[in-house]
C-alpha cells in the first residue's frame, strides 16, 4: 500500500494508529480496514481463492474444483497402489533415559557474544524440542532470550556440515586432524605466527584451553571478535577504567534510567527485562515505579517503553550528556578529579525544551545512586565516555561493571589482514566467526587471505568465510557440545542434550587434538579436561553431578569496581563537542533476527517480526518521517544508499519517531550461503567504518531514490480491527486520579445459556505496562506448537502463522509518537463467534473453557477467520510442512498435531500442557498447583506480562489479576466473553509545569 | 466471483468432458506402459534416519 505523507495531518486523528497509512487515513486504509482482511488472503473480486493471485486463467473456482473431481475419480481407479508406507517399529534397544512419551529436561546454556544464557531444554525420544531459560539461576529465572529459543532449529538445520571437508570432497578426521597437525607443528618449528579468531571468551575452560595451546605453540596468536557487539563500547571502557568492562544494568535497583541510544529491553537481557516488569507490574498507584528517559536517533524497543523520549541523532548524544554531567555538577554533584569539561556548553540543547532538560537533571540528581545511565553498543565512543562519567558522578548501583576479556575492534582485525596480506602466518583457523562476511573492507579481505599456506575454518554451516578455506572440520552445535560460562551469580555448565546427529566434533576437541600433537600432555576429550578443571578450581567439594543437574554451581559475585580515570573525560568530551553533525547519519545495529548474521539461516527468527519495523526477511533502510517528505519517498521505495564507494540498493520504510537526519540499518542479511539466508536482505558491513570509535554511527551518507519499489512482507497492517477501543494507556497522574476511570463497562445481553465449567476455568492475564514488545512469547510458541514458516511472499500476502502476534499502537504525533506494544492471541471467548459458524463443528468450546480445534474435521470453510473480531485464527493456504524431512521434523514437538493444507489453526492456550499438569497431579493424587501450567508464551515472557491459571482458583495469580483496576477485555461491548484479561499500560512522564514533559 | 468469471456453456461442457477424459488417458498411459517394468519397490531403508543417540555422561534435571 503506497502512503503520500500529508502536509497537514487529519483534522481529528485516531489517538491509536499502527500504520502511516491509519494515520493520516488514506482512501487505501479505510478501504482495507474495510475489507479485514489483505487482497490475496481471501477471495475477492479478480483474485485466485487459491493462490492469492489475479485470477489469469479464466477458470472459476467452482469450474476447477468439478474438473478436479471428475479427473479424480478417473485417476483413482488406475492409482489404487500401495506406496510410501512407513514402518512403525518399537524401540529394539531403548535407551536407558528415554521413555516414550515422557520429556526429559537437561540444564545446559547458550552463548551469544558476551551473553550467556542458561536454559532448560527439553527433549522428546532423544531430540531437543524445545528452550526455555534456567529456573535456578539466580539472575535469569528461568526466561531467556528470542534468539535462544529460536537456536534449537539450527540443531537441525539442514545446512549443517556433517563431515570434514578439504578442498571441497569429503574426508575422515584422521586426514583433516593430520593436516591441521602438521601445519601447527610446521609452524612451531618454523616460529611463524598462528592466528587463531574466535567469538567472545566468557568460558574459563576455554580460555584455559588457549592458554595450555597458547604455551605449546608460542606464536598462536588469538582474537577474539564480535562484530555486533559494537567496539566503541571497548575503545571507552579501555580509556574509562584502563581494562575491558562488561556492563550489565541493575535495573532492579534504578529508580530513573537515562537511555543514549541503549537498546536494554530488545529481548536479549532476561535478567533486565525480568527487572523491568517487576517495577512495571503495579497493583494500585502507590506502586512504586521508575522512569525512562530515552534520548536516541533510531526508534528502538527501549524508545516505545520510555516514559519520556527524545529523538536525537547518536552524532550529538555525547555532547548533550557531558552537558548533563556539566549540569549536574552546577546541582552540586561533584565532578570526579581531572574530569575537565571545558569545551562543552552548559544549559539545555537546541533540541530539548528547557523545562524537560531541567526535569531529567532534578530527576537524575534527586535519584542519586538509584539513577543509571546506559549506552548503546553502537553509539560513538564519547557517548560511552560521557556515560561512565554520569555513572562516576551519581555512584549509580544500579549498574554492574564486571571484568571482562578484552575484545579485537575492527582495527586489530585490520592489523591481522595486513599480516595475512603480506605472508605473515603459516595458519589461520576461523572458529565459530565469519569474517569473509562481517569484515567491512571485503575486498581486502578477499586478497589477503589466500596468501596464509593453510586455512582451517571450524563451524556449523558453510559460510563465506569457509568459501576462502581449504580445511572444513564441522562442529557440534552447543546442544551436542561441553562447556562452561562464568556469569556475575552462579559458574554455569553447558552439557550435550543428544549425542552427535552428525560426524562433527566440538570446537575445543578439536583444539585439544592439536594441543596433544604439539605435545603437550592433555586429557582425551575435552569434556575430561573440563570435568578436572572443575574439580580442581570451582567445585570446592560439591558434586559435579549436581551441577550439572542445577546446570550451575552458585557462587558469590565478584564486586569488582574499577576505578574511573577523571581526565579520560577531556578528550572525550572535546571530541563530542567538535562533533560533526551535518548531513544524514547512518546507524548500523545487529538484526533483531540475524544479529551479527549467525542467526540468518533460522526461518524462524527471519518470520518473527521486526518489533520496530514489523518487517519480516529483510532489512530495508528506516527513514524519518521528516527525511521521507524532503525526499518524496513512499513505503517500499528503491533507494541507493551510498558511502565511501559502498553503494547498497535496499527498499525503504518510514519510521515514526526517528530522529531526522538519522538512517537506520539492520546488520547480519545479505549472507550469500544458506539455504534460508541467501539473497534475504542487504549486507550492511561493507558500510561500517574501520575507525573502532564510530564505526556504526557513519556520517556523510547520500540517499536517493533508485526508482522502483519492492512489496515488504510486513506485518504492520495486518489483522487490522478499525480503530476499536483495543489499547488502554494511562499517564500515572491519569491512573492515581482514577483508577477505573479507562473502564467503561457495556451491559451485554445474551441470548445464550451461562456455560458452565465444573472443573476449571482456565483464563490468561496480559500486563501491557510490562510487556515490552520483544517477541519472545512469538518465538516460544512457534517452538512449541510447531507453527510453520510461510516465507516472504506468504506474510506479505497476510498468511503469516503465527498464533500470537504483538501489535504494536503509535499515539500522537508522527514524529515523535508514543508505543503501546499489546500481544494478540485466541481469546477463547465464552460466546465465540468462531463456533457458531464451522459447519462441520471443527471449533468447538471444551469444559474447561477452551475454544479447541479438531483438524481432522476442518474442511476449511474459513467462516471461523472471517467471523473472528481479534482476527486470530490462521489457515493453512498451502502445504507448509508435508514436504519437509528430516532433520527438520526432528524440531517438531510429538504433543501437537502438524496440520496439513487446507486447516484452521489458532492458540490452544497450549492444551497439551494442560493435560500434561492435569496427568501429573492425578498421578501424584492432587488438585493442580496455581502455576503449575504454564503456557509457552507465559514461560517465554522475560518480563512476566503473560499469566495464564485457572479463573475457578479464586486464590490464583490469574483470579486474582482479572479484577486488578486497570482490567479490561478487549472489544468486550460484542459480548463474546474473552478468556484473556489485558491490563491498561502505564507511562510515567515527568510532569513539568502541571504537563507531561515531552 | 463464480458468477463474474463463468465462461459460456459450451466451454464449461467440454472443459468438464475433456479434461478428465485427456488426464485419465495420460494416467493410464503412464501405468500401462507396455514395454517399460514398473519401478522397483523402493527398500525400507531407502531414506536414511538420521541416528538419534543419548547424550553421554549428560545429568537430567527431570522426565
Known amino acids: ?998 | 466471483m463464480a458468477d463474474a468469471n463463468r465462461q459460456p456453456l459450451l466451454d464449461r461442457a467440454a472443459a468438464l468432458v475433456a479434461g478428465p477424459f485427456l488426464l485419465g488417458q495420460r494416467a493410464l498411459s503412464l501405468a500401462f506402459l507396455p514395454d517399460k517394468p514398473s519401478p522397483p519397490e523402493p527398500s525400507p531403508d531407502a531414506t536414511p534416519r538420521i541416528p538419534i543417540t543419548p547424550p553421554e555422561h549428560a545429568i537430567k534435571r527431570r522426565g
Open chain 1, 1 to 998: 500500500m503506497k502512503t503520500q505523507l500529508p502536509e497537514h495531518g487529519p483534522v481529528e486523528a485516531p489517538r491509536f494508529w499502527r500504520t502511516l497509512e491509519e494515520r493520516v487515513e488514506t482512501l487505501e486504509a479505510r478501504q482495507a480496514a474495510h475489507d479485514e482482511f489483505l487482497p490475496g488472503a481471501i477471495p475477492g473480486p479478480g483474485y485466485d481463492d487459491v493462490h492469492g493471485l489475479p485470477v489469469q486463467s479464466g477458470v472459476s473456482r467452482r469450474d476447477f474444483f468439478g474438473l478436479v473431481g471428475a479427473a479424480a475419480a478417473v485417476a483413482a481407479t488406475v492409482a489404487c497402489d500401495r506406496k510410501g508406507q512407513g514402518t512403525v517399529v518399537p524401540y529394539t534397544k531403548r535407551p536407558v533415559e528415554v521413555v516414550p512419551g515422557v520429556a526429559n529436561y537437561y540444564a545446559s546454556a547458550f552463548q551469544e557474544g558476551r551473553r550467556i544464557y542458561p536454559v532448560l531444554v527439553k527433549t522428546r525420544e532423544g531430540r531437543p524440542i524445545h528452550l526455555s531459560g534456567n529456573d535456578e539461576h539466580p539472575g535469569v529465572k528461568g526466561k531467556t532470550s528470542p534468539r535462544a529459543m529460536a537456536d534449537v532449529l539450527r540443531l537441525y538445520d539442514p545446512d549443517r556440515l556433517r563431515a570434514p571437508k578439504a578442498e571441497g570432497r569429503t574426508i575422515g578426521w584422521v586426514e583433516a586432524e593430520s593436516r591441521l597437525h602438521a601445519a601447527l607443528k610446521d609452524a612451531k618449528a618454523t616460529g611463524k605466527p598462528v592466528l587463531l579468531i574466535s567469538g567472545a571468551l566468557v568460558s574459563p575452560t576455554r580460555k584455559a584451553l588457549l592458554a595450555d595451546l597458547k604455551a605449546a605453540l608460542p606464536t598462536l596468536e588469538h582474537l577474539a571478535y564480535e562484530p555486533a557487539l559494537g567496539d566503541a563500547g571497548e575503545e571507552a571502557a579501555k580509556a574509562s577504567f584502563g581494562e575491558a568492562v562488561d556492563l550489565q544494568p541493575r535495573l532492579a535497583k534504578a529508580k530513573v534510567i537515562l537511555s543514549l541510544g541503549a537498546d536494554f529491553l530488545n529481548g536479549e537481557d532476561p535478567e533486565a527485562l525480568g527487572a523491568w516488569g517487576a517495577k512495571r507490574r503495579l497493583k494500585d498507584a502507590h506502586d512504586p515505579i521508575n522512569r525512562l528517559w530515552v534520548l536516541e536517533g533510531p526508534l528502538t524497543l527501549t524508545g516505545t517503553n520510555a516514559d519520556v523520549r527524545i529523538p536525537i541523532a547518536p552524532s550529538r548524544l555525547g555532547a548533550m550528556a557531558f552537558a548533563l554531567a556539566k549540569g549536574l555538577a552546577a546541582k552540586g554533584v561533584v565532578l570526579p578529579a581531572g574530569a575537565d569539561l571545558a569545551g562543552i556548553s552548559a544549559g539545555a540543547p537546541a533540541e530539548i525544551p528547557a523545562k524537560t532538560w531541567s526535569a531529567l537533571l532534578n530527576d537524575l540528581r534527586q535519584a542519586g545512586r538509584q539513577a543509571v545511565v546506559l549506552c548503546g553498543a553502537q553509539m560513538p565512543v564519547e557517548v560511552h565516555q560521557a556515560a561512565h562519567l554520569l555513572n562516576a558522578m551519581l555512584n549509580s548501583e544500579a549498574v554492574a561493571m564486571l571484568p571482562a576479556e578484552p575484545l579485537a575492534t575492527v582495527k586489530d582485525l585490520a592489523a591481522a589482514v595486513q599480516g595475512m596480506a603480506a605472508g605473515r602466518y603459516a595458519a589461520a583457523i576461523f572458529w565459530d566467526v565469519n569474517p569473509a562476511f562481517t569484515f567491512p573492507m571485503a575486498a581486502a579481505w578477499k586478497t589477503a587471505l589466500p596468501k596464509v599456506p593453510l586455512r582451517a575454518w571450524i563451524g556449523l554451516m558453510e559460510d563465506e568465510t569457509s568459501a576462502q578455506c581449504q580445511l572444513l572440520l564441522p562442529e557440534s552445535h552447543w546442544l551436542e557440545s561441553w562447556g562452561d560460562f562464568s556469569t556475575p551469580s552462579a559458574a554455569v555448565l553447558q552439557q550435550p542434550t543428544l549425542g552427535t546427529l552428525y560426524d562433527t566434533r566440538q570446537g575445543e576437541d578439536i583444539l585439544l587434538g592439536a594441543l596433544k600433537a604439539l605435545g603437550a600432555a592433555a586429557p582425551g576429550s575435552y569434556h575430561a579436561f573440563l570435568q578436572a578443571r572443575w574439580q580442581k578450581e570451582v567445585l570446592t567439594g560439591a558434586s559435579f553431578e549436581q551441577a550439572l543437574h542445577d546446570g550451575l554451581l552458585k557462587v558469590e559475585p565478584k564486586s569488582v569496581a574499577p576505578v574511573f580515570r577523571g581526565a579520560s573525560a577531556a578528550a572525550a568530551a572535546k571530541r563530542a563537542a567538535e562533533s560533526n553533525t551535518e548531513g544524514l547519519e547512518l546507524v548500523l545495529f545487529p538484526g533483531f533476527a540475524t544479529h551479527d548474521g549467525r542467526h540468518a539461516n533460522n526461518s524462524w527468527l527471519q518470520e518473527t517480526p521486526d518489533p520496530i519495523t514489523k518487517m519480516t526477511w529483510d532489512n530495508p533502510v528506516s527513514v524519518s518521517v521528516q527525511d521521507a517528505k524532503a525526499l518524496g519517498l513512499q513505503e517500499g521505495d528503491l533507494v541507493t544508499l551510498s558511502l565511501d564507494n559502498v553503494t547498497l540498493r535496499l527498499p525503504a520504510v518510514i519510521q515514526p519517531g526517528q530522529a531526522q537526519g538519522v538512517l537506520a540499518l539492520a546488520l547480519g542479511y545479505g549472507r550469500s550461503t544458506g539455504g534460508v539466508a541467501k539473497g534475504v536482505g542487504a549486507n550492511a558491513y561493507p558500510l561500517m567504518g574501520v575507525d573502532p570509535a564510530a564505526a556504526n554511527v557513519r556520517r556523510g551518507v547520500r540517499l536517493a531514490k533508485a526508482g522502483g519499489t519492492k512489496e515488504l512482507a510486513r506485518t504492520q497492517s495486518h489483522h487490522r480491527m478499525e480503530g476499536r477501543d483495543i489499547v488502554r494507556s494511562l499517564t500515572m497522574a491519569e491512573y492515581a486520579h482514577d483508577p477505573q476511570g479507562h473502564r467503561h463497562t457495556p451491559e451485554i445481553v445474551s441470548l445464550y445459556e451461562e456455560q458452565r465449567f465444573p472443573d476449571h476455568k482456565w483464563g490468561m492475564v496480559i500486563d501491557l505496562a510490562a510487556c515490552v514488545g520483544c517477541s519472545a512469547c512469538m518465538v516460544a510458541c512457534q517452538s512449541e506448537n510447531n507453527v510453520p514458516v510461510v516465507g516472504p511472499e506468504q506474510v506479505a500476502r497476510g498468511r503469516e502463522m503465527h498464533w500470537i502476534r504483538i501489535d504494536r499502537y503509535y499515539e500522537g504525533e508522527l514524529e515523535n509518537p508514543r508505543v503501546v506494544h499489546q500481544p494478540m492471541l485466541c481469546q477463547h471467548c465464552d460466546s465465540a463467534p468462531c463456533e457458531n459458524v464451522c459447519p462441520v463443528n471443527a471449533t468447538t468450546h471444551s469444559s474447561e473453557g477452551l475454544n479447541q480445534m479438531t483438524y481432522n474435521r476442518c474442511v476449511g470453510t474459513r467462516y471461523c477467520g472471517n467471523n473472528c473480531p481479534y482476527k486470530v485464527r490462521r489457515f493453512n493456504f498451502l502445504e507448509y510442512t508435508a514436504y519437509k524431512t528430516e532433520p527438520e521434523t526432528l524440531a517438531y514437538n510429538p504433543e501437537v498435531t502438524v496440520r496439513p493444507r487446507g486447516v484452521m489453526e489458532k492458540c490452544s492456550f497450549c492444551v497439551q500442557r494442560i493435560n500434561d499438569g492435569k496427568v501429573r497431579a492425578k498421578g501424584e493424587g492432587r488438585a493442580i498447583l496455581d502455576g503449575e501450567v504454564t503456557t509457552a508464551c507465559m514461560a517465554g515472557c522475560p518480563s512476566d506480562a503473560i499469566v495464564f491459571g485457572d479463573l475457578k482458583d479464586p486464590k490464583s495469580k490469574v483470579a486474582q489479576l482479572v479484577n486488578a483496576s486497570r482490567a479490561y477485555r478487549v472489544l468486550e461491548e460484542l459480548g463474546v466473553k474473552p478468556a484473556i484479561t489485558y491490563l491498561a499500560d502505564l507511562k510515567n512522564p515527568a510532569v513539568v509545569g502541571g504537563s507531561h514533559a515531552v
